[in-house]
């Protein structure tokens, strides 16, 4: 799996848009971009994936760099809800040898009120 | 309703004993893990099992033994338990194939004295 760099914590205000980043310089071209997070004391929760094109679901929107070597969950309107650690992770879906997902360090982002 | 379910939540036990931690998921799926999350909050895949074979064993000491009777369900054994060993152990499921996205279950803490 490629390795993902991803800052240590982030601080965003309740309402407002909370974009987190992550570079993944290395990609290869099958590797798709996961995100999933961990709200303290849970199971870590799927979030989104994509593999170049920008996705959105009802969590969230994923934004890929046309060269693929970055890119930026966005969380429209966080809660205080939404205070996690947050993994980037690029891996290539559903190959018999990647039965398994590498966490980093992940974002720890902090909603304020 | 749970999706990926675990038990017991909280384990506390002696050294030296041996234990078991239980895992369900309803959600059909064809791949079971176990991760362990230590007390630096790294996460880090243990075991995976596709159609109750074994198929990641991440270097994970032989005290250790899942067993998956089947699709449904993927427990772990731990013999001779050490300090060490003290974590919160996450199980979680996927589907084989294309997004391959995991469903995580809330998460066993185990303390060893």
């Known amino acids: 799996d490629a390795k993902t760099t991803q800052p240590t914590s982030m601080d965003c205000a309740e309402g407002r848009a909370a974009n987190l980043p992550c570079n993944h310089s290395?990609?290869?071209?099958?590797?798709?971009v996961y995100w999933y997070r961990q709200i303290h004391s849970q199971g870590p929760q799927y979030i989104i994936h994509?593999?170049?094109n920008n996705e959105t679901n009802e969590m969230a929107s994923l934004i890929i760099t046309e060269d693929r070597k970055s890119s930026t969950l966005i969380l429209p309107h966080a809660t205080l809800r939404d205070t996690a650690v947050y993994y980037c992770i690029v891996r290539v879906p559903g190959a018999s040898s990647n039965y398994k997902l590498t966490f980093g360090k992940g974002t720890l982002l902090t909603v304020n009120p | 309703d749970t999706a990926v379910s675990q038990t017991p939540k909280y384990l506390v036990t002696q050294m030296g004993n041996d234990k078991s931690i239980k895992c369900e998921q309803n959600?059909?799926?064809?791949?079971m893990y176990w991760y362990k999350q230590d007390s630096k909050k790294f996460l880090k895949i243990m075991f995976s099992y596709n159609n109750k074979e074994l198929i990641i064993n991440e270097t994970v000491p032989n005290r250790f033994s899942p067993k998956s009777p089947d699709k449904a369900h993927l427990n772990l054994h731990i013999n001779s338990l050490e300090l060490g060993d003290s974590a919160v152990y996450f199980c979680a499921s996927s589907q084989a194939g294309l997004g391959n996205e995991q469903f995580f279950g809330p998460g066993t803490r185990l303390t060893v004295l």
């Open positions: 290395t990609i290869s071209g099958n590797e798709y």
């Open positions: 994509g593999l170049k």
């Open positions: 959600l059909g799926h064809d791949t």
